[in-house]
């Protein structure tokens, strides 16, 4: 049974930072990673970022590149997405994800691993 649990949301004045982490036990078959997604009520859950457990090759949503990193602990089963200079946009419920091989081989597309979320609001 897979388990994911995130934590460090809060809030935050736009151009500061928050790190976040999401803790996994368990696993899937076929699963190549961990992503990070969010959620808003008006754009639904949109991709953010993905690295691939075995080599950490990273993928990134474009409007974050620069600003986030993600990257995991192997030997802790934990992911962390370090989030710098956020936007008022990026507002949302941040959850994480086992990803799977896309069509064209990249480590990005969910299934239904989620943890619970955590909240991330960013305040001009």
């Known amino acids: 049974q897979v388990k994911l649990t995130e934590s460090g949301g809060g809030s935050v004045q736009a151009g500061g930072s928050l790190n976040l982490t999401c803790s996994k036990s368990?696993?899937?078959?076929?699963?190549?990673?961990m992503g990070w997604f969010r959620q808003t009520p008006g754009k639904g859950r949109e991709f953010v970022s993905s690295?691939?457990?075995?080599?950490?090759?990273?993928n990134y949503r474009d409007i974050i590149k620069g600003r986030f990193t993600v990257s995991q602990d192997k030997a802790k089963n934990t992911l962390f997405l370090q989030m710098n200079n956020l936007k008022t946009e990026d507002t949302a419920v941040y959850l994480c994800g086992l990803v799977f091989r896309s069509y064209d081989g990249s480590c990005v597309r969910p299934d239904y691993y989620w943890g619970q979320g955590t909240q991330v609001t960013v305040y001009s």
């Open positions: 368990g696993d899937a078959v076929g699963s190549c990673g």
């Open positions: 690295i691939r457990t075995d080599d950490g090759t990273t």
